[in-house]
Each structure stands twice: as structure tokens, then as C-alpha cells.
């Protein structure tokens, strides 16, 4: 082989070798959560197919259905949980699944072997955005089980996120990106079409200085603290002259939203309302894991007071809100609701 056809090779990094590269380095790994990384690839494969055909295959608009959120379920949505469910149910990985479309925990069938890990997810975030062909995103969390053997419990599910050994999301957009880490910073893959492979293309993310955007919904300013408006005035510069003004993107998909800041330098934020006095978002499956990488890009996620992931979870959907980004803007936005 040429050298630069050995150069060429080198740079052709699928999620397969990275995953197992950076297993390598840990004499203890025993493959198992090498392989469910694989599974979660795979799923995102397998959904980026149908979002990407959704209005072809005749399956947008919803189910008639409303799930435990008490949202309208998207049939997108069914068939994201489904997939992750048939492709990991089996593989003897986990001990149990929780997803934003179950009111309960997902028991692994009783014909299957428990495993050692619990997976948490958010099918399709965004999914209300499906219709208008915006981007959507499935988020994950992975933990170790507490419970000893058996069947997995809500012991294993309602784990703070600063105990998760792997955090990640997909975003399903003009390409594909599939973004985790497992404790040891940040990757993002690309999602090549023609062969069906993730590809290393933003190795080691690390969110820029100095940030760019501010995200929230400022329709819901009315609803908003005396605080979190003035934080929200300091973002646009107003009143002060010591920084430079952020630029507002706001796309109603946290994780589309999310990853802009990730590559752009940003903030995202939901926070508790009138209307929403505990936030809109979910602590185990949204907020949690997104903190997880934000802190692993050198970021941070709080909940106005708190690092999200020093929460400890009372219940499976419970909400929490959320400022999430650059550590400079969230430590800011604590400062303004602190004082
Ligand atoms: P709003 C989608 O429903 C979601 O959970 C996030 O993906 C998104 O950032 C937020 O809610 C949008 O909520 O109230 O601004 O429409």
C-alpha cells in the first residue's frame, strides 16, 4: 500500500474502530459497552432511514396516540423506541431500559439474559418538529446497575448523572451525527450514506470561547423570573457594554440546538416558568446526558442553582430546568439567579 493511499486509510475512522481503540485503553473493558455503543449506532442508522423518507413513506403526522407526557405521539416517535428497543432487548447487555415513551421501566423479557448496564433514552426529541422537516435527535444515557443480579430496578434507573460511565446523541439534520463519550471527552461521526458507516469527523469536541448564540424561547418571556430576563438582556448586551451580544437561534430541537453550541460556542436555555415550575425538560433522558458531554467539552449544565448532574432523581420523568453550554454562560446565568 502507498504511502498515501496509507495516509487515505488512517483518516477513514469508523465509530467501530474508534470505540474499539478507545477500549484498548482500558485493560478492564470487557467489550460490553464497546458493543452497546454498536447497538446505539445502529438504531441511529436504522432511524435516520425513516426520518429521512418519513413524508415518502406516508408515516408523518401522529398516531392518534398521546403518550405519558401526555404529548401527541408522532409515529416516528413508535418506531425510534421500537428500534431501540428490538436491537438491544436481547444482547444479555442490560439489566433494564427506561425511554420517554414508557410511563414505567422497560423490563429486559424474561427469555433474555440481565446485563450489567441500564439505558436511558429519549427516542426523538424534538419529534413536534418532524412535519416541518427540522431537525430531531435521539439522546441516551448509559449507567452501570446498582442492584446486584435479576432483573433490573428503578434502583438502577434513578442514578445521578455523574455516576454514568457514557452519555451520547444522534442528530438526524442535513447529515447524520452520532456524538458520545464515554468519560474520556467528546467525538462526533458523520453518517456516510453510500456505505452505511459513521465516520470520525470532529474528533475531541471541545465547545469554543467565546461563544456565539443564546437559545431559548422568548415567547415565553412574560413567564420567565425578573432574573432570568435580566440574564437574558445581558446575553443581547443590553445594558451592558463588557461583552459582545449574542446571536438568538433557537430551532425547538434540543439537540439540534444543543449541538450548534457544542461546535459553535452557546447556550442553551429552558427554565422553570410560570408554567413550568420545575422546567420542561427531562432530568434522566435530556438534560442529564447532554450535561454529561457538555462537562466533557469543558461546558456545564445547571439547573440554575446546581450541576445537573449532582441531581439525584426522585422519579423516572421527572423535569428539571436547564442552562446548558459554555461554562462561562452558565456559571453567569447562575450568578443572575443566585444574587
Ligand atoms: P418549546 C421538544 O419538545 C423539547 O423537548 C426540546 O427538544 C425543545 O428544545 C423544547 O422541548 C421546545 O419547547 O416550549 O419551546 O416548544
Same mark, same amino acid.
Given at each position: 500500500?502507498?504511502?498515501?493511499?496509507?495516509?487515505?486509510?488512517?483518516?477513514?475512522?469508523?465509530?467501530?474502530?474508534?470505540?474499539?481503540?478507545?477500549?484498548?485503553?482500558?485493560?478492564?473493558?470487557?467489550?460490553?459497552?464497546?458493543?452497546?455503543?454498536?447497538?446505539?449506532?445502529?438504531?441511529?442508522?436504522?432511524?435516520? $432511514?425513516?426520518?429521512?423518507?418519513?413524508?415518502?413513506?406516508?408515516? %408523518?403526522?401522529? #398516531?392518534?396516540?398521546?403518550?405519558?407526557?401526555?404529548?401527541?405521539?408522532?409515529?416516528?416517535?413508535?418506531?425510534?423506541?421500537?428500534?431501540?428497543?428490538?436491537?438491544?432487548?436481547?444482547?444479555?447487555?442490560?439489566?433494564?431500559?427506561?425511554?420517554?415513551?414508557?410511563?414505567?421501566?422497560?423490563?429486559?423479557?424474561?427469555?433474555?439474559?440481565?446485563?450489567?448496564?441500564?439505558?436511558?433514552?429519549?427516542?426523538?426529541?424534538?419529534?413536534?418538529?418532524?412535519?416541518?422537516?427540522?431537525?430531531?435527535?435521539?439522546?441516551?444515557?448509559?449507567?452501570?446497575?446498582?442492584? $446486584?443480579?435479576?432483573?433490573?430496578?428503578?434502583?438502577?434507573?434513578?442514578?445521578?448523572? +455523574?455516576?454514568?460511565?457514557?452519555?451520547?446523541?444522534?442528530?438526524?439534520?442535513?447529515?447524520?451525527?452520532?456524538?458520545?463519550?464515554?468519560?474520556?471527552?467528546?467525538?462526533?461521526?458523520?453518517?456516510?450514506?453510500?456505505?452505511?458507516?459513521?465516520? %470520525?469527523?470532529?474528533?475531541?469536541?471541545?465547545?469554543?470561547?467565546?461563544?456565539?448564540?443564546? $437559545?431559548?424561547?422568548?415567547?415565553?418571556?412574560?413567564?420567565?423570573?425578573?432574573?432570568?430576563?435580566?440574564? #437574558?438582556?445581558?446575553?443581547?448586551?443590553?445594558?451592558?457594554?463588557?461583552?459582545?451580544? %449574542?446571536?438568538? +437561534?433557537?430551532?425547538?430541537?434540543?439537540?439540534?440546538?444543543?449541538?450548534?453550541?457544542?461546535?459553535?460556542?452557546?447556550?442553551?436555555?429552558?427554565?422553570?416558568?410560570?408554567?413550568?415550575?420545575?422546567?420542561?425538560? +427531562?432530568?434522566?433522558?435530556?438534560?442529564?446526558? %447532554?450535561?454529561?458531554?457538555?462537562?466533557?467539552?469543558?461546558?456545564?449544565? $445547571?439547573?440554575?442553582?446546581?450541576?445537573?448532574?449532582?441531581?439525584?432523581?426522585?422519579?423516572?420523568?421527572?423535569?428539571?430546568?436547564?442552562?446548558?453550554?459554555? +461554562?462561562?454562560?452558565? #456559571?453567569?446565568?447562575?450568578?443572575?439567579?443566585?444574587?
Amino acid at each position: 500500500m502507498g504511502q498515501n493511499q496509507q495516509q487515505q486509510s488512517q483518516k477513514i475512522i469508523t465509530i467501530e474502530r474508534h470505540v474499539l481503540q478507545t477500549q484498548r485503553l482500558y485493560p478492564e473493558a470487557t467489550g460490553r459497552l464497546t458493543n452497546l455503543l454498536y447497538d446505539l449506532a445502529l438504531a441511529g442508522k436504522y432511524i435516520a $432511514s425513516k426520518t429521512s423518507r418519513a413524508g415518502l413513506a406516508q408515516i %408523518l403526522g401522529h #398516531t392518534g396516540q398521546t403518550n405519558v407526557q401526555g404529548e401527541k405521539v408522532m409515529k416516528l416517535d413508535q418506531l425510534a423506541d421500537q428500534a431501540i428497543f428490538d436491537l438491544i432487548d436481547h444482547t444479555g447487555r442490560l439489566a433494564v431500559m427506561a425511554s420517554e415513551e414508557h410511563e414505567n421501566l422497560i423490563p429486559i423479557p424474561e427469555k433474555y439474559p440481565c446485563g450489567e448496564y441500564v439505558l436511558l433514552f429519549d427516542p426523538l426529541d424534538g419529534s413536534s418538529n418532524i412535519d416541518y422537516n427540522v431537525s430531531v435527535g435521539t439522546i441516551f444515557a448509559i449507567h452501570r446497575r446498582k442492584t $446486584s443480579q435479576g432483573p433490573g430496578t428503578m434502583a438502577d434507573i434513578l442514578q445521578p448523572g +455523574r455516576t454514568m460511565v457514557a452519555a451520547g446523541y444522534i442528530v438526524y439534520g442535513a447529515s447524520t451525527m452520532f456524538v458520545y463519550s464515554t468519560g474520556h471527552g467528546v467525538d462526533g461521526f458523520t453518517l456516510d450514506p453510500d456505505i452505511g458507516e459513521f465516520l %470520525l469527523t470532529h474528533p475531541n469536541i471541545r465547545i469554543p470561547e467565546p461563544p456565539q448564540y443564546y $437559545s431559548a424561547n422568548q415567547g415565553y418571556q412574560s413567564l420567565w423570573s425578573p432574573s432570568v430576563v435580566a440574564y #437574558t438582556h445581558w446575553l443581547q448586551g443590553i445594558g451592558s457594554s463588557n461583552h459582545d451580544a %449574542l446571536s438568538q +437561534r433557537y430551532v425547538g430541537s434540543l439537540v439540534t440546538d444543543f449541538h450548534r453550541n457544542m461546535l459553535a460556542g452557546g447556550v442553551y436555555y429552558y427554565p422553570a416558568d410560570i408554567e413550568h415550575p420545575q422546567g420542561k425538560l +427531562r432530568l434522566l433522558y435530556e438534560a442529564a446526558p %447532554l450535561a454529561f458531554i457538555a462537562e466533557q467539552a469543558g461546558g456545564l449544565a $445547571s439547573n440554575g442553582h446546581d450541576s445537573i448532574l449532582d441531581i439525584q432523581p426522585e422519579k423516572l420523568h421527572q423535569r428539571t430546568p436547564l442552562f446548558i453550554g459554555n +461554562r462561562s454562560l452558565v #456559571t453567569k446565568a447562575e450568578k443572575f439567579i443566585n444574587n
